[in-house]
């Protein structure tokens, strides 16, 4: 899954940001990287590509959103992407 995350404001620390988002989601969820994306006038949106095992009831693409949206820092989220993967 790709979660287009944009900030609260264009002054928070993008890489206490992504390091926020990783503490948050791992070890349950497997955050691949996140990759940053300018959008103008200093603002830039974090594209955070996650994985999660899909045959397992505890994990959901809901329980991503709720663990990102409770991230300081965090403004919105929009679910980008979605395929299935093979490990």
Do not use: C, Q, W
């Not at 969820?29 to 594209?47: N, Q, S, T």
């Not at 949206?69 to 395929?83: A, D, K, N």
């Amino acid at each position: 899954m790709i979660y287009r995350v944009l900030p609260e404001n264009p002054e928070v620390d993008y890489e206490k940001l992504k390091s926020n988002i990783k503490t948050t989601l791992e070890p349950k969820y497997r955050v691949e990287r996140i990759d940053e994306e300018e959008i103008g006038f200093g603002i830039k949106a974090l594209k955070v590509h996650v994985k999660m095992p899909e045959e397992s009831e505890e994990h959901s693409s809901d329980e991503i959103e709720s663990k990102l949206s409770s991230v300081e820092g965090i403004g919105s989220i929009e679910l980008e992407y979605f395929t299935r993967v093979e490990f």
